[in-house]
């Protein structure tokens, strides 16, 4: 359970797709500016990561991975299809951002049409495509783990959107230098919640990983403390020679 809640966690703050690694950043600007759309938007990324990236992790396992092919039969053990990592994680991420869009044009139609063209660009939104990397490239260990990061980094995709939209609505009623006004002033904003967001990364250290650390750095090397002792024997067998020296 412990473990759930720490991905959760790395995922939605430590980890954020858009603070932390700033992929989906097109989306991220454009469809910013009024709550209604980065909602909507930010509902469409969770639906998607979270079938994607489970998905994306069975065909990891079972197909792409170096013997994951093992299944069928020994003859099948030394083939490696990993090279096919891109095309099948952008084929299944197609596919349900394709059923997004027909489930949002028939029951929301004009959240559709506010949308735009960035629905279907989820497609090719580097942060849905970057959560299965990240998926595949961190070993996560199984499939309901792969279904808790995935569900997790959507909900910090659509946390950053959500944010984002809700300061740029109440930001057009400051009184914001003329040359700072839209992008730029928006691009400030990002860094400074970036800067805010890594403020949770030391939030999942635990006493032990502290105890555990400190044990590792105050451990002597044996032979480090013999030859230390050598060391202070000569220096004190020579302080003593100089001081009889002295004395005669």
Known sequence: ???????????????????????????????????????????????????????????????????????????????????LSFILFIATIATMVQLVEIIVEKFAPALYNSLGIFLPLIAVNCAILGGSLFMQSRDIASIDLALNYGASSGFGFFLAILSIAAIREKIRYSNVPAPLRGLGITFIITGLMAIGFMSFGGMLTSDGEKKEVKEETTQVDPIQENNNEEVNTAMINQVETSLIEKNN
Not at 3 to 13: Q, T
Not at 63 to 80: H, K, Q, S, T
């Open 1 to 83: 359970m412990m473990e759930h809640i720490e991905l959760f966690f790395k995922s939605v703050f430590i980890n954020n797709m858009v603070f932390a690694t700033f992929l989906g950043m097109c989306s991220y600007l454009a469809v910013s500016k009024k709550v209604s759309t980065a909602v909507g938007l930010g509902a469409a990324v969770i639906f998607v990561m979270a079938i994607t990236v489970p998905l994306n992790w069975l065909l990891d396992q079972y197909i792409l991975r170096d013997g994951a092919l093992v299944w069928l039969g020994p003859e099948f053990a030394d083939i490696n299809l990993g090279f």
